[in-house]
T-cell receptor, first 110, second 113 residues
Framework: GQQVMQIPQYQHVQEGEDFTTYCNSS?????IQWYKQRPGGHPVFLIQ?????EVKKQKRLTFQFGEAKKNSSLHITATQTTDVGTYFC??????????FGTGTRLQVTL | DAGVTQSPTHLIKTRGQHVTLRCSPI?????VSWYQQVLGQGPQFIFQ???????GRGNFPDRFSARQFPNYSSELNVNALLLGDSALYLC????????????FGSGTRLTVV
């Protein structure tokens, strides 16, 4: 079945440093979505990418979808303590179900 | 507008018992999906319903079942509970069947003892 892996599993940065998480799927995706889950909370939708090579920005967050539509990345510039949480990518393949990645937990300290 | 509402928020059950979890989607959303999230892992897809029909099923045993009602609310049922069923059960609603962002509820924390 479809598998979606993310690296790193965990990253600890100081406030102001940049952060990147990478997402790799075992199969080609129709689209990729990104979610953020705060500790004790539920996943919150951030963005969806559909086109090969697509790049989208949301303030300090930059999302990319690979040319082969099998990988994606999320880059945060100048992290803040409010960025703390686990970031999940989630892909839709040939079926309509959304397969979540393994997640990257981000810790930001002052 | 209310978001996705789930009930109950917390539940403790004994092995072998049955549980029913409930979800009300965002008004106007016709798709409801259920996910199981074990601590420290990503959500795992259980079911998706759209317009009261099952549109997808994850790799879960037949002890897991669900349905969607005419008002688009949904129930997830789990029979013969096992200790390993302890998890956060998340409901997500969407206006479509797949290629849209999902809005998640706060979840039901199920503990099986």
């Amino acid at each position: 079945g479809q598998q979606v892996m993310q690296i790193p599993q965990y990253q600890h940065v100081q406030e102001g440093e940049d952060f990147t998480t990478y997402c790799n799927s075992s199969t080609t995706l129709s689209n990729i979505q990104w979610y953020k889950q705060r500790p004790g909370g539920h996943p919150v939708f951030l963005i969806q990418l559909v086109k090969s090579g697509e790049v989208k920005k949301q303030k300090r967050l930059t999302f990319q979808f690979g040319e082969a539509k099998k990988n994606s990345s999320l880059h945060i510039t100048a992290t803040q303590t409010t960025d703390v949480g686990t970031y999940f990518c989630a892909g839709t393949g040939t079926a309509s179900k959304l397969t979540f990645g393994t997640g990257t937990r981000l810790q930001v300290t002052l | 507008d209310a978001g996705v509402t789930q009930s109950p928020t917390h539940l403790i059950k004994t092995r072998g018992q049955h549980v029913t979890l409930r979800c009300s989607p965002i008004s106007g959303h016709k798709s409801v999906s259920w996910y199981q999230q074990v601590l420290g892992q990503g959500p795992q897809f259980i079911f998706q319903y759209y317009e009261k029909e099952e549109r997808g099923r994850g790799n879960f045993p037949d002890r897991f079942s669900a349905r969607q009602f005419p008002n688009y609310s949904s129930e997830l049922n789990v029979n013969a509970l096992l200790l390993g069923d302890s998890a956060l059960y998340l409901c997500a609603s969407s206006s479509g069947t797949g290629v849209y962002g999902y809005t998640f509820g706060s979840g039901t924390r199920l503990t099986v003892v």
